[in-house]
Nanobody
Framework: QVQLVESGGGLVHTGESLRLSCVVT????????MQWYRQPPGKQRDWVGM???????FYIESVKGRFTISRDNANNIIYLQMNNLKPEDTAVYYC???????WGRGTQVTVSS
C-alpha cells in the first residue's frame, strides 16, 4: 500500500524558512515523479513544483528562487525547502506521486506578516 506522509509545517514570520518532508512508503519514490501542491484557505489546490526521477526540478513562477525540491532516495523522502516565506505562501501543502497517483494528507504552513 502506497503511503505519503508530509511533515514540517508550522507558523513562521515573513522571510523565515521551513523544510517540508514527504516520507514515502510502499513504492520506490526514486522511480516516481514527485510533486508538491498547496491549497490556500478557501481556494483550490494548485501545483507548486516537481522533481523527476532523474532529478530535474520545475516550479511555478511565484516560488522560483525561494523553494527547492530535493530527494533522498536512500530513505524514500522528498523535501520542499522554502525560504523567504511570504504570507501568500500560507496553505496546506501536499505531496503527490506519479504515476502511482497517491496523495498525502498535507501539512499546514502559515506565514504571518
Amino acid at each position: 500500500q502506497v503511503q505519503l506522509v508530509e511533515s514540517g509545517g508550522g507558523l513562521v514570520h515573513t522571510g523565515e524558512s521551513l523544510r517540508l518532508s514527504c516520507v514515502v512508503t510502499g513504492i520506490d519514490a526514486s522511480l516516481q515523479t514527485m510533486q508538491w501542491y498547496r491549497q490556500p484557505p478557501g481556494k483550490q489546490r494548485d501545483w507548486v513544483g516537481m522533481i523527476s526521477p532523474s532529478g530535474n526540478t520545475f516550479y511555478i513562477e511565484s516560488v522560483k528562487g525561494r523553494f527547492t525540491i530535493s530527494r533522498d532516495n536512500a530513505n524514500n523522502i522528498i523535501y520542499l525547502q522554502m525560504n523567504n516565506l511570504k504570507p501568500e505562501d500560507t496553505a496546506v501543502y501536499y505531496c503527490k506521486s506519479s504515476p502511482a497517483d497517491s496523495w498525502g494528507r498535507g501539512t499546514q504552513v502559515t506565514v504571518s506578516s
